[in-house]
């Protein structure tokens, strides 16, 4: 079962990644070894996740996206042996090149309901303001007594 | 091999025109628009979903609904390798964590406040369980991942999440400069909790908030960018954490109390 999922998902992030990897040499200027290596480690890691979370699911379910995400911050951490290979191997792949790809997915996907978004259209702009406004006012008001309490301000 | 074979069989058409898009798109980059009140951003990224979306079986119909439906299930995989490149770099940072204190960690429980404020109003204007996606968080990236990993790509969940992602990486910088200039006018907040208020998870609007602050105290203006940027930082860090244990949670206990209680309302004030 987790050994199925691994090949399907291996075979997918395949695809997918010689995607990132041409919009990282096209549109952020990468050299070809560069962006495989970067974006070679980044799919290791996401394919890792991916089975572990696969594999956990059977005793907790956790979204993988935060076993990913947690397996990307050990590595880095300070406490991790390779660190340095993984951060400088890493740092070339640009931050929000793989979203592109990510966006025309997504497009792709969303384009069965394109009609009823644009019925909610103003109202997903009021909302999304109010989104915003809200969780600014939220961090300032909690800053503002935590500053206030410890004396910072 | 048999394998990638089949995959590619199945996928080519959604994966042909992604790599077009993809590459059109980022070769054009990033354009920003001068509207007189601030900049419009549009990022490859937004370019890339609304071109994808025009594609789809509701408008030009180069897509059919289940190669539509395909496209979603690559979303998630898209998704992974981007969400390794966070954790890498939330790792990279982990020290400068510490350094930044208690009081940064705390605040970003302010950022829970939005649910309270926000949700009640997206049930009043209609969205249903779109409203779940859409109001547990600021949607940036990571949580774009994490509602389209727990709900799935076609779920109305995860089509809240992605509709205030596109509004809001389009509007967000604006609306952050005019809103941190008003909030500032009001003279009820030091500069310092403004400025770590600013780091709302999105670097753009963070950058517009705290450039903001900075003009209007310029004494403050070294320290906010500082502030703001390790808050930003820390967002990114515990959102996916604080989106899967506390907010999304409590915004779906709190949906289920209050959606019976406005779709009452909804219907006797006649709204449509």
Redesign the interface.
Known sequence: MVRKYFVQQLGLLFIVSIIIILTNIIGYNMTIKNSIIGIGILSIIALTGLTVSKFMSKFVKLPSMMYISLLGLLLASPISPIKDFIINSTSQAAFLAPTTALGAFAGISLGKDIKSFAKMGWKLVILTIFIIAGTFLGSALVAQVVLRLTGAI | MT??KS??RK?WK??V???V???I???I?TLSFNIGLGTLTI?????????????????LKL?D?K??????S??L????????????????N??KLVEVG??LI?????????????LP??LL???KRESIG??Y???R??NL??TT??YG??APET?GT???YI??SV??TI??SL??NI?ASWG???P???G??????SGS?MSA?AGTLGTIYPEFSDQILVLGGA?DMLTG?TG??IG?FIALPITTKLYKILEPKLEHFRKKKGVA
């Open positions: 394998f990638i995959v590619v996928y959604v994966y025109v992604a790599v898009i993809s590459i798109l980022d070769s980059g990022l490859p990224m937004v370019f890339a979903t609304i071109v994808g979306g025009l594609l789809g079986p509701d408008t897509f609904l190669e539509s439906k395909l496209g979603g690559l979303v995989v898209a998704l992974a390798p981007f969400m390794a490149k966070m954790g890498v770099s939330a790792g990279a982990l020290s208690p009081a705390l605040q970003e429980f302010g950022n829970l406040a939005t649910i309270v404020i926000s109003l997206a204007l209609g969205l859409a109001c968080s600021i949607n990236d990571s991942g994490l990993d727990i790509p076609d089509k992605f509709a205030v509004v809001g509007i967000g609306f952050m809103f941190v909030v009820i907040f030091h310092l909790a403004l770590m208020a600013s780091g709302i998870g609007m908030g808050s860090i996916i954490y899967t």
